[in-house]
């Protein structure tokens, strides 16, 4: 199976600041990575699709990249309503697996 | 708009069944492989199943494997989840969600399944 390991496991932050999230796949996986963000109470929503594609509705604060096997998620110009939980995914082959998660709450 | 609605969830003894279902609308229903994911309390998501869009090809983890069967019935935009030999570590919120979780998906709501006798 692929391992998705996630970084940091959780992290505070000020509105207007930037953030950046990692995930590093044990092995090639392409493009084959989607994020997704969970708020409290609330189930996933996709926010990157295909490592670096942005998801219908989601605000371009939100961006997508990618260095051989480590992907990033970076939020821009944080807001209160960004606060939740955020999840990488590998989608290269069965099974699937997800990242363990970063908590990210806002000062 | 698009809608999933997930139900069957409750509580079940370990080694019992349970079928989870999920009605879709808002979006041609028979156009996307579907996909269950769940999450255990206060823990990470699992992917639990992917069905191709005609049902003809599906896709497990280890983890359920034998004792899961995920289906759909286009005619009535539902996709199912048919349980059994279920043990406590299935205990979770389950999440019933369009595509195979990339371009275009969308999660429902989810239905909690807890295992315990």
């Known amino acids: 199976d692929i391992q998705m390991t996630q970084s940091p496991a959780s992290l505070s932050a000020s509105p207007e600041e930037i953030v950046t999230i990692t995930c590093q796949a044990s092995?090639?996986?392409?493009?084959?990575l989607a994020w997704y963000q969970q708020k409290p109470g609330k189930s996933p929503q996709l926010l990157i699709y295909?490592?670096?594609s942005l998801a219908d509705g989601i605000p371009s604060r939100f961006s997508g990249s990618r260095s051989g096997t480590q992907y990033s998620l970076k939020i821009s110009r944080l807001q209160v309503e960004d606060t939740g939980i955020y999840y990488c995914?590998?989608?290269?082959?069965?099974?699937?697996?997800f990242g363990a998660g970063t908590k990210l709450e806002l000062k | 708009e698009v809608q999933l609605v997930e139900s069957g969830g409750g509580l079940v003894q370990p080694g019992r069944s349970l079928k989870l279902s999920c009605a879709a609308s808002?979006?041609?229903?028979?156009?996307?492989?579907m996909a269950w994911v769940r999450q255990a309390p206060k823990k990470g998501l699992e992917w639990v199943a992917t069905?191709?869009?005609?049902?003809?090809?599906?896709y497990y983890p280890d983890s359920v494997k034998g004792r899961f069967t995920i289906s759909r019935d286009n005619a009535k935009s539902s996709l199912y989840l048919q349980m059994n030999s279920l043990k406590s570590e299935d205990t979770a919120t389950y999440y019933c969600?369009?595509?195979?979780?990339?371009?275009?998906?969308?999660w429902g709501q989810g239905t909690l399944v807890t295992v315990s006798s």
């Open positions: 092995q090639d996986i392409g493009n084959w």
């Open positions: 808002g979006f041609t229903f028979s156009n996307y492989y």
């Open positions: 295909s490592a670096t």
């Open positions: 969600a369009r595509g195979a979780l990339g371009a275009g998906a969308y």
């Open positions: 995914l590998q989608r290269y082959s069965n099974p699937y697996t």
């Open positions: 069905i191709s869009t005609s049902g003809s090809r599906t």
